[in-house]
C-alpha cells in the first residue's frame, strides 16, 4: 500500500496555511495564498525547476485521490454556501441574475469567436463558437469564498452574484449543447431543457421530504443526540449533488447549493452550519484550491501563441467584466455595483477545462490553443479574489454601511440642524416677546 498521499496531504494543508497567511499580511484574499500554493509545489514551477535543475521532476503531482477530495471540497463549499444564503434576498435577486448570466455568457461568447477570426482567417464557424463557449463558464467556488471573507455573502451584490454564477452554469451546459449539436453530435436540446426542468422539481420534492423529517426529528428528539442532525445533512448533501450531476446532468454544485438552502431553513440549520467551518477549512477547502494549482502543467509555446495567450486573458476579463457588468446595470445597480457584479463572474475554473477538453475530444478546437486556454484559467482564477476584494474595500457596500454613507448622513444631519436653527433665529426675531 502506498502512503505518499499522507505527506502530499501534509505538505498541502502546510502550505496553503502558510501562503494565506502571507496573502493576507499582503492585504490579498488568503484564497489567492492557496491557489498559489498549489502552483507553486506542482508541475508548473517546483516541477519545471527541478527538471530543468536535476534532470527530473520534483513535486506535488495530481493523483485520483486529491481530484476526489478536492470535488468533495468545491461540493462543501458551495453546501455551506447554500446554507449561508439570505432566501429572500437570492429570491429577490432572481431576475436580476437571470439577465447578469444571460449577458455573461452571449458577450463571452461572441468576442470568444471573434478572436478567433481575427486569429485564424481560416477557422470554421463551429471551431470558432466552441472556443467562444469555453469563455461562457464562471466558476463560482473561488467568488464565493471570496465573498465569504469578505463578508458580503448575505449583500444584493453578493447574492446577485451567486445567482448569476449559478444560472450561467444551466445556461453554460444549454450553450454546450449547442454547439455539440451543431458539431453534429445529435444531442436533444429538448431533453436537456426537460432535465433541467425535472431537477428542480425533484429538488423541490426532496426539499419538502427532507425539511418535514427534521421539523419531525426535532420535535420528538428535541435537544438529544444533536450529532445526528450534522450527518443527516451533509448525506443529504451528497445525495443531492449525486442526483443532479448522475440522474439529470446538472452540475453536482448546483444540487449541493440546493440541499444547503433548504438545510437552511430547517430547525437545526444554524447547528448544522456551525459543524462544517471544521470539516471545510480542515481539510477539504485547503486540498481543493491547491489541487487546482496542481493540475496546472504548463506546454511550451511559440511567440504567435504567446500573443494570441494574452488576447485571450484580455478578452476573458473583458467579456465577463462588460456583459455582466452591462446586464447589472440593465437592472438597475448603479456603476460601482454592476463593476462589482462584473468582477465577480470573471474567474473561469475546471468547467472552461472541461468544455475545452470536450472541444478537442470532438476536433472542433486545435490542440495548441490549450496552452492558452490554461494559462487563461490561471490568470482569471488568480486575478480575480484580488480585484473583487479591491473593488469592495473602502466603498459603498450594498447592505448601506460605509464609511462614505455615514458621512453623507451625518452632512445631512448637520444641514437639517443648521436649517432649524436659521429657522428658528427668524421666528425670534419675528416675535421678541416669545423671549
Known sequence: MEYDYLLSLCIILMSTKIFSIISRRAQLPQVVGALMAGLFFGPAVLGAITQKFLGFQFCLMPSPLLSRLAELGVIVIMFTAGMETNINELKASGRSGFVVALCGVLVPLLMGAGLMYLFDKNIEFNSAIFVGAVLTATSVSITVETLKELGKMSTKVGNTILAAALIDDILGLICLTIVTGMAGEGVNLYLIFGKIIGFFIFLYIA?????????????????????????????????????????????????????????????????????????????????????????????????????????????????????????????????????????????????????????????????????????????????????????????????????????????????EMAEDLFHRRNLLSDHPEEL
Open 207 to 415: 426539499g419538502i421530504i427532507f425539511y418535514k423529517s427534521m421539523v419531525w426529528s426535532d420535535r420528538v428528539q428535541a435537544e438529544r443526540n444533536l450529532r445526528r442532525y450534522p450527518v443527516m445533512g451533509f448525506a443529504f448533501c451528497m445525495f443531492m449533488a449525486w442526483a443532479s450531476e448522475t440522474l439529470f446532468g446538472v452540475a453536482d454544485i448546483i444540487g449541493a447549493f440546493g440541499a444547503g438552502m433548504i438545510i437552511a431553513m430547517s430547525p437545526k440549520g444554524d447547528y448544522i452550519a456551525s459543524k462544517f467551518d471544521t470539516i471545510a477549512y480542515l481539510l477539504l477547502t485547503p486540498v481543493f484550491f491547491a489541487n487546482i494549482g496542481l493540475e496546472v502543467n504548463l506546454p511550451e509555446m511559440s511567440s504567435e501563441l504567446i500573443i494570441f495567450t494574452v488576447a485571450l486573458v484580455i478578452v476573458s476579463v473583458i467579456s465577463k467584466l462588460g456583459g455582466c457588468g452591462l446586464g447589472a446595470k440593465l437592472c438597475g445597480f448603479d456603476l460601482h455595483q454592476s463593476y462589482q457584479i462584473g468582477l465577480g463572474m470573471v474567474c473561469r475554473g475546471e468547467v472552461a477545462l472541461i468544455v475545452a477538453g470536450k472541444g478537442m475530444t470532438m476536433n472542433m478546437i486545435d490542440p495548441k490553443y490549450l496552452g492558452p486556454i490554461i494559462i487563461m484559467v490561471i490568470v482569471c482564477t488568480i486575478i480575480t479574489p484580488i480585484v473583487l476584494k479591491r473593488a469592495f474595500t473602502g466603498w459603498e457596500d450594498v447592505a448601506g454601511n460605509s464609511k462614505f454613507e455615514d458621512a453623507f448622513m451625518l452632512g445631512d444631519q448637520i444641514d
